[in-house]
């Protein structure tokens, strides 16, 4: 995008400073017939270029929206796939801690049965 628009900005100078040169080339009586058609060429190409490069710029800002809604979108998917590794992980993490109490459990009363036989 910043290509496009120092291409534009590059363009608009040349246009500028070309219409400055040949407005007074004109008012000192200096152009012929020929040279006003090759301003005028000139002039038409520079507006051409422009105009193509105003309609990239607009397809270009069009598509950084779309991917900036893309990147949006995913970002809210990885937040949410986060959350649940962490759900899930607490509930790993009490469903173990629930068995090992039930193996000291199972332990201490097989210690206890033992003991008693």
Do not use: C, P, W
């Not at 008012?27 to 507006?47: P, S």
């Not at 270029?49 to 998917?77: F, N, P, S, W």
């Amino acid at each position: 995008m910043r290509e496009l628009y120092r291409r534009d900005g590059e363009l608009a100078e040349a246009f500028e400073s070309s219409r400055q040169t040949r407005a007074a080339e004109l008012r000192g009586g200096a152009a012929d017939a020929e040279q006003l058609m090759r301003y005028d060429r000139f002039f038409t190409d520079v507006r051409s270029a422009r105009a193509e490069l105003a309609a990239e710029i607009e397809h270009m800002t069009a598509e950084v929206g779309k991917r900036e809604a893309a990147l949006l979108a995913t970002m809210r998917e990885l937040k949410v796939y986060k959350k649940l590794r962490e759900r899930q992980y607490t509930e790993y993490m009490t469903q173990m801690r629930a068995e090992d109490e039930k193996n000291v459990g199972d332990i201490v009363s097989f210690d206890v049965i033992s003991e008693g036989v």
